[in-house]
Structure formats: C-alpha cells, structure tokens
C-alpha cells in the first residue's frame, strides 16, 4: 500500500535519470572538494607566513593575494559561472555538464577555504613558533611538522563546511546546463512544474548535506582525541 501511494506521488519521476545526477553531483562535488584544497592549502598558508610579524612577512606578497582572494570571493558564483565559460571551454573542452561546471566550483570555492585556512592558523600560539625557530627549524619544517598537524581538525572542518558550500553551488550551476540534481531541479521541477522531482532533488541534497556534515563531525572528534 505505502509502494502504491510513493508511486502515485513521483509519477513524474524517472529514477534512473535521479540516480545519474546524483552520481555528476558526486562527481563534481568530488572533484571540486580535491582541487579547492589542494589549492586552498598553499594559498592559506602563503596567506598566513607572509602576513605582519610572520616568519615571511612581505607586505607585497600577503596585500596582492589578499586582493584577488577578496574580488574572487566577491564575485556572485552564478555570475562566475558565466564569466568562466571561456576558461572553462578551454581547460577542459566544455562548459555544459558535471565535467564544464568543475572549473568555476573551484574557483568559487578555494578563496574561502584558502581563509579559512589562514584563520585556522592564526589560532596557533605564537610560543610554538619562537620555540621552532629557537631550535634551528627550517620555515618547511615548521611548515610541516608544527603547522599541518596543529591545524588538522580545523583544516577537517573547513573542508566540511567548504563541501557543503559546494553542494549549493552545484545546484547552482545547474541554472546554465551544468548537470547533477540541480539541472534536474530546473529542467523538470521549475521549467516543467514536476513538483515530485523538485522534492526528491530537495531530499537527495539535504541528505547529502547532513552525510558531509556527520562524516567531518566524525573526523574532527577522532583527530582531537
């Protein structure tokens, strides 16, 4: 009886097109979590050693990326979307689908890891760092065996919260072809009016969301211990 009245209620839905754009939203996501860290890292770190009083300080370097951090993160990602679709055509051939949206997901998403990051760091104790350089570390030593490790369940929670900046994006992106739930979502919800699909798109990225967030919460507890 409960099959019927599920059946009744997504007549609109055809599950298999529901599961492959879960699967491009997974890949995007994927994709675009990697290289916005991968990314967001070095550019923090940079960020933070060559800030006022740092072991780089250079007030040239941290004031330019500083300002192409702030204009990155000030531009509107629907917006970057857009702007990017030659850079994106270029680097990966296209900018239609889950594979044209990862471009302008990292790029939308690294500036605010890459500070997220620099606050992490700031957080340090400024002891640990004289204690360092007292005892003849190199800045990559520092870098390496202080900083990191120090950072890690922040760096574990900044990664959570970028993801689940992402999963919004993707959505996002889905208003310009990029494929995943999003595209789905305006194809056949908004443009079609198939409430059904709407709610199940709806679902599938909450639940997306709540499995991010429960996974880092996970994580972070562990590397505290």
């Known amino acids: 009886m409960s099959f019927a009245i599920i059946n009744d209620l ?7 097109e529901i599961n492959q754009a879960t ?3 997974l890949f995007m996501l994927g994709f675009a979590v990697l290289f916005s860290t991968l990314i967001g890292i070095p550019v923090g770190l940079i960020l933070f050693l060559s800030s006022k009083g740092r072991l780089l300080q250079n007030k040239w370097v941290y004031n330019i ?21 030659p850079t994106t055509t270029m680097l990966v051939g296209t900018s239609l689908g889950a594979k044209g949206t990862i471009p302008p997901l990292v790029v939308g998403a690294f500036p605010f890891f890459a500070r997220l990051v620099e606050n992490a760091l700031k ?6 760092f004289h204690m360092a350089e007292s005892c003849g570390a190199s800045t990559w030593q520092i870098v390496w065996h202080i900083l990191l490790p120090e950072i890690m369940p922040s760096l574990i929670a900044s990664i959570t919260v970028t993801a689940i900046a992402l999963v919004s994006y993707t959505a996002m992106a889905g208003t310009v072809g990029g494929g995943g739930l999003g595209d789905l979502a305006i194809r056949y919800g908004y443009q ?3 409430t059904d699909v709407m709610l199940i798109t709806v679902v599938l990225m909450v639940v997306m969301v709540q499995l991010i967030q429960v ?6 507890r562990i590397l505290r211990k």
Do not use: A
């Open 215 to 220: 996974v880092g919460d996970f994580l972070v």
């Open 123 to 128: 957080e340090i104790d400024d002891g640990i």
């Open 65 to 85: 990326l500083s300002f192409i951090i702030n204009v990155l993160r000030s531009v509107p990602f629907i917006i970057l979307l857009i702007v990017m679709i």
């Open 23 to 25: 699967l491009d939203t």
């Open 10 to 16: 997504t007549t609109n839905v055809d599950w298999s």
């Open 192 to 194: 079609r009016f198939q």
